[in-house]
């Protein structure tokens, strides 16, 4: 296991330009030399070629190493060179040696999952809670997998000779619980360590930095940012992503050169509105722990632009009552959103491990976008009127407050605003 670990060792990270500098340039640095301002969108499924010769090595040489092929490109499922643009741009950002690009998260987690199956580890260990159909595609064996569930103190002990990965979101997703990087990828030893960072993004925290080996994205959330796109991508080094190349190639989960050209472009504005939406964010995380139709408030130290929190009524009344914020999946829209996870994004994981990750039936998830933040708050507080119960009296137990695992409770009170780079994961 130790030999083929080698595979997905981390890379060196090094950034030469500012975060914000490279989100608007990674994967655009040849424009001006072309003669162009923005990036061009190759829609071709096919290419013209009259070295057919020429085209088999090509082809031979992708299957025996993933590399892109050099030259022109064959086929849109094997590559596509705006695809290609976004890949290089999410790679600089999360400061990794390469990056593949899915049609989807779920598309590109399943890629990850076989290409480990693969090689005969087809175990798991995995932290809950996770995104919904993340914990289900795990849970439900539906590519031969075997998940063992714990805590980051037991992934070490859960580890075994056929385990393949270990897979932690952080913050995870709805509770916004987070995770020690640096400490959980020490306990993984020579598993690699998978991180969900779609919540986060790069603007607020780049795994790889603390010892995670494989980064994951839904793209379909901040880093596209319109809620008009959807994809996902895998950020790695350059060996990992060969075979994820390969993967991709021989089960079709691309992505469309349309999705990737407006991928690359949200992330030209993603640390824009990524701090932007995180201030809202948490203004909206301090007001709703003060409030009396609260009970508990859900907001990470790292910052950023998700809040949970429960309420005392009843969370149907209040997804209902909303007018200005939009009751819907997904995040990491210009527009603020809310939802019941234990009805939607988590219907699909069993009532008692939701229950037992965090995730009850009073708990609503917002992702607040960039609208005034006191056009949100107007209309939570009459949406939260509609829900009608308060507080009762209270004797001892703090109100408001949120639990990262694997650590102490941290009064949602002390909520802060995003800062021009990424704080460190080892919280």
Known sequence: MDTEASSLTPQPSFRSRALATEAVHAGRDDLASQ????????????????????????????????????????????????????????????????????????????????????????????????????????????????????????????????????????????????????????????????????????????????????????????????????????ACDEEFAAVLRQVRFATGGVLHPMAGYLLLRGLSTLPVRVRAASAAAAELARRLSADPRVARVHYPEAGGAMVSFEVFGDPHEIIAAVRLITPAVSLGSVDTLIQHPASISHRIVGEGDRRAAGVGDRLLRMSVGLEDVEDLWADLCQALSGGSAVAPARSGTAVGTSTPLGGPPVPSSAVRTAGQEPRPAGR
């Open 35 to 234: 003669g162009l301002h923005a990036a061009p969108i190759d829609l071709s499924t096919t290419y013209p070629s009259y070295d057919s010769r020429g085209e088999a090595a090509r082809i031979d040489a992708f299957a025996a190493t993933g590399a892109r092929p050099d030259g022109p490109p064959v086929y849109a499922r094997l590559d596509n060179p705006t695809t290609a643009r976004f890949e290089t741009a999410l790679a600089r950002l999360e400061g990794a040696g390469s990056a593949v690009a899915f049609a989807s998260g779920m598309a590109a987690l399943t890629a990850v999952l076989l290409a480990r199956a693969s090689l005969g580890l087809r175990h798991v260990v995995a932290v809950r809670p996770l995104y919904g159909c993340s914990d289900h595609l795990l849970g439900a064996g539906l590519l031969g997998t075997e998940v063992t569930w714990t805590d980051p103190a037991g992934i070490a002990e859960a580890i075994r000779p056929d385990t393949g990965l270990v897979m932690v979101e952080t913050p995870a997703n709805p509770t916004l619980a987070e995770i020690d990087i640096r400490a959980v990828a020490h306990s993984c030893g020579s598993v690699p360590l998978l991180v969900d960072n779609t919540f986060a993004t790069p603007v607020l925290q780049r795994p790889l930095e603390h010892g995670a080996r494989i980064v994951l994205h839904s793209a379909t959330k901040y880093l596209g940012g319109h809620g008009d796109v959807m994809g996902g991508v895998v």
